[in-house]
């Protein structure tokens, strides 16, 4: 059974959690967000931490949220938990009154495949931000 829950990126035990799942997730290559900043969810399994996403303001859209990590331990993928963390940053999102959520992905299939089964479409940023190989994803949520 897992569960996704929204967590509190202030806090010096889940910012050391989200962490540990960050290096867990990504070795070393992306960097560490600020967890601090946006909103944070844990997907646990029988009460482990084993999946993570955030959001956060976007920088490079109106009146948007920049979905800026996401990571499920290697043992726990293929069980629709990105799918279940996007759709809990989108209530989020429209929560916070925001019109889209934007992200990107760089050599990531799977990712890019969740992305379209969340209903999210390529879409071309006026000022690209990523890898010439960057794929940007955007979905109206209003």
Not at 45 to 59: K, L, N, Y
Not at 60 to 66: E, I, K, Q
């Amino acid at each position: 059974m897992y569960r996704i829950r929204e967590i509190d990126g202030h806090d010096d035990e889940i910012a050391d959690t989200l962490t540990d799942l960050h290096r867990l997730t990504f070795f070393d290559g992306a960097p560490i967000p600020k967890f601090d900043h946006g909103h944070w969810w844990l997907a646990l399994h029988e009460a482990v931490p084993i999946a993570f996403a955030g959001v956060v303001p976007s920088t490079r859209a109106l009146n948007a949220g920049y979905f800026c990590r996401v990571g499920v331990l290697r043992k726990h993928r293929g069980r629709a938990l990105q799918l279940r963390l996007m759709r809990a940053l989108e209530s989020r999102a429209r929560r916070n009154g925001w019109s889209s959520v934007i992200s990107d992905t760089t050599e990531n299939l799977a990712s890019a495949n969740n992305f379209i089964r969340a209903g999210y479409w390529l879409y071309h940023p006026s000022c690209p931000w990523g890898y010439p190989n960057t794929l940007y994803w955007r979905k109206f949520i209003k």
